[in-house]
């Protein structure tokens, strides 16, 4: 990306548009092994310098009149804010945030982190969705993954939840996790259809550049054979049990599927504050420093936090959107199909990895869903 002045002001949202807003909360109590999201510990962060400064980015950034319909707070963990800092970053937001129009409000949050307190605060700021970061339910994977909850802790979380009335609950797994079996696996999906979450997301395991899992386990990280395998059974486990496989990794109850993350699959507009934090508006995508601490002290002086912005070209956005579209079940339109594309879809038709709908929508079976990447560099 280039050009850091660019971004500063974003224009109005586009008339009868829904948008989004992301907030990133970059805290975490420790840092995880195979993470390659912004994130640091808080250490000596001025947590309430934090919150005011995201309220001062809002009053910076967002349009006059900003109104949307989806909020997300992700990590790091945001459940780590504490209540008093978390009440001052809303009503901070509150000044230029019209909250009206939430259809759905997600908060992440680290099993190790819920209270009592803090999930009625959740509930009565008007949080509609709470993300638990579960990966696992057998105790050395937990381990092996540096997580600090255990088993009992999620299902308790998931009934303290329930009890606040939080609307909706989901659950992040992950597989092909370094020596997991498909028997561990199982378990794991068990364990957490047992809890009844309303949304699911399970995560095939990818090994990043710059955490410890890659160091560690590097070029011999990952097998094709058992990914397929344990793709296969989650699929064939969850739709069992009623989930709709909506998007390759994620599943849910009718009418539980994420209204935030279907928004940025179907292109939607989402500005987005905090440090790290990306934001993709009218074509231009913006994307702040990865320093808290530089963020906090831009702020406190009443400018906008070092980031780089670049006007994203329509050929950009299209190779863009396709990928995000052919992951999920609502299938790629066929304005997104070129004359040249029609050898490759009839090919994708023939080896049972992809069907056209009515309308010309192109869907990927499951198979086809296993080499989605594949299929979207074909159409590109």
């Known amino acids: ?48 310098g934090f919150a005011e400064a995201v309220a001062r980015e809002a009053a910076l950034r967002l349009p006059q009149g900003f109104a949307p319909t989806t909020v997300y707070c992700g990590g790091g963990t945001p459940s780590m804010l504490s209540p ?44 509609t969705r709470v993300s638990l970061g579960v990966q696992s339910f057998e105790p050395e994977l937990l381990k092996l993954l540096g997580r600090t909850h255990t088993p009992e802790q999620v299902a308790a979380d998931v009934a303290l939840l329930r009890a606040a009335g939080i609307p ?37 395991l990818s090994y990043e550049e710059d955490t410890d899992f890659f160091r560690r386990y590097g070029a011999e990280a990952g097998d094709e054979e058992t990914d397929v395998a344990l793709f296969r ?13 909506y998007e390759i990794s994620n599943y849910a109850k009718e009418g539980c599927r994420s209204l935030h993350n279907l928004a940025c699959w179907r292109g939607a507009d989402y500005a987005a504050l905090g440090p790290g934090a990306v934001g993709s508006w ?13 963020y ?10 070092p980031h780089e912005a670049e006007q994203v070209s329509a050929e950009a956005r299209r190779t863009e959107l396709l990928g995000l579209m052919l992951r999920t079940d609502e299938g790629l339109p066929a304005s997104f199909l070129r004359p040249q594309d029609s050898t490759f879809v009839a090919m994708l038709q023939e080896q049972g990895l992809a069907t ?10 499951t198979d086809g869903r296993l080499v989605a990447d594949e299929i979207a560099v074909g159409l590109m």
Not at 85 to 109: C, I, K, N, P
Not at 356 to 365: P, W
Request: charged content about 20%.
């Open 356 to 365: 056209l709908g009515a309308e010309g929508r192109l869907f990927l079976t």
């Open 296 to 305: 906090i002290a831009a702020l406190k002086t009443g400018v906008l936090p």
């Open 282 to 294: 009218q074509g231009l995508r913006y994307r702040n420093a990865e320093n808290t601490d530089d």
């Open 233 to 245: 059974l989650t699929e064939e486990k969850l739709t069992a049990a009623g989930y709709r496989h």
């Open 1 to 48: 990306m280039t050009g850091a002045n660019q971004g500063a002001a974003l224009p109005p949202a586009r008339a009868g548009e829904d948008v989004g807003l992301y907030i990133h909360i970059p805290f975490c109590h420790r840092i995880c092994p195979y993470c390659a999201f912004f994130k640091h510990t808080p250490a000596r962060t001025d947590m309430r």
């Open 84 to 127: 008093t800092h978390l009440e001052l970053m809303v009503q901070g937001l509150r000044e230029t945030v019209d909250f009206s129009r939430v259809q759905e409000w997600s908060f992440e949050a680290n099993p190790a982190t819920l209270t009592p307190a803090k999930v009625r605060q959740w509930r009565e700021l008007g949080i």
């Open 168 to 204: 909706q609950v989901n659950l992040d797994l992950m597989f092909s996790l370094p020596g997991q079996t498909l028997a561990q696996w199982a378990h794991t999906l068990d364990a957490a259809l047992a809890l009844k979450p309303d949304h699911l997301s399970t995560y095939n």
